[in-house]
C-alpha cells in the first residue's frame, strides 16, 4: 500500500504537470495578434458572446492592422459505429475556421485542407487516426440542433501536439459555425492585430473607446495569462483529485 501511495502521489505531480506544461506551450504559440476585444465576464466564467458588427467597427479604428472573429463552442463527433467519441472527460471543443484560430493562433493543417463551405469540417489529427476518418470520409457531429453529417476534408494539429490532451476538435466553415454553434450574428471574440510600428497600448485605448456597452478590449498577453491561469487552476482541482486517491493508499 505504501509502495503504490507513493508511486500514485509521484505519477499525479508528473501527470499534472505535463499537462499543464503542454497547455502553456500551445498559449505560447500564438504570437500573431495584439489585441482580443471580448464580451466583458467574470474571471473563468464563459468566454461570452461579442456582436458581429463589432468585427466592422474594430476595423475602422486607426493602427488595426487586420481584425479575425473566432467562435468557439461544442461539437462531438461521432465515430463509424455510431458511439460519441470522447464527452467523459476532455472536452468536446469546436470552432469556426478564420484566420483567428488559424494563420493568427496554433492550429496548423496537417492534411487535407480547412473547411470552405457548408458540409465540410476538419477534425484533429488525433481523433482522425484513432477511429479510421480519412479526407472525404463523412462523420456524423452532435451540435445544438442534433446529429447531421458532414464530409471531413482536413486534419489539423496545434503546434507539434496532434491534440488537445484527449480534447477532440472541429472545425467548420464560419457561417456554418454560427448556425450549428448558436451563433447566428456573433462571434466569441474579435482578434486584431495593430500595424507595424503601431503602439498597441495606444490601439487598445482607441478599440475601446468605440466599442459597445458590455464588451473590451483586452492585450494578447493578458489573455495569455488568463487562460494560464484557468489552466493551472482546473489541473490543481484534478491533481487534488489524484492526491485523495494516493492518499488513501497511504491510510491503508
Not at 32 to 43: E, L
Not at 61 to 79: L, N
Not at 138 to 156: A, D, N
Amino acid at each position: 500500500a505504501i509502495i503504490l501511495g507513493v508511486a500514485f502521489i509521484a505519477g499525479s505531480y508528473v501527470f499534472t504537470d505535463s499537462m499543464k506544461d503542454a497547455f502553456n506551450m500551445l498559449f505560447d504559440q500564438q504570437p500573431g495578434t495584439d489585441i482580443s476585444v471580448r464580451a466583458q465576464v467574470a474571471f473563468g466564467s464563459d468566454v461570452g458572446r461579442v456582436p458581429a458588427v463589432v468585427l466592422r467597427t474594430v476595423e475602422d479604428v486607426p493602427g488595426v492592422a487586420e481584425a479575425s472573429p473566432v467562435i468557439q463552442g461544442w461539437a462531438q463527433p461521432i465515430d463509424k459505429e455510431g458511439t460519441p467519441i470522447g464527452g467523459m472527460g476532455p472536452p468536446n471543443l469546436a470552432f469556426a475556421y478564420t484566420r483567428g484560430t488559424g494563420e493568427l493562433g496554433a492550429v496548423t493543417l496537417r492534411e487535407g485542407k480547412f473547411p470552405e463551405r457548408q458540409g465540410e469540417v476538419a477534425i484533429d489529427v488525433f481523433t482522425a487516426e484513432k477511429f479510421g476518418f480519412a479526407i472525404g470520409d463523412p462523420i456524423e457531429v452532435l451540435v445544438l440542433g442534433g446529429s447531421q453529417r458532414f464530409t471531413v476534408v482536413g486534419t489539423v494539429g496545434f503546434g507539434t501536439a496532434d491534440n488537445l490532451l484527449g480534447a477532440t476538435v472541429t472545425f467548420f466553415y464560419l457561417g456554418e459555425a454560427q448556425r450549428v454553434l448558436g451563433f447566428e450574428g456573433e462571434y466569441s471574440q474579435v482578434v486584431v492585430v495593430v500595424e507595424p510600428g503601431a503602439d498597441p497600448v495606444q490601439v487598445q485605448a482607441a478599440i475601446t473607446a468605440v466599442l459597445p456597452p458590455g464588451t473590451e478590449a483586452i492585450l494578447a498577453e493578458t489573455a495569455t495569462q488568463e487562460g494560464k491561469d484557468q489552466v493551472s487552476q482546473a489541473v490543481g482541482f484534478f491533481n487534488t483529485l489524484l492526491l485523495a486517491f494516493a492518499g488513501i493508499g497511504i491510510f491503508v
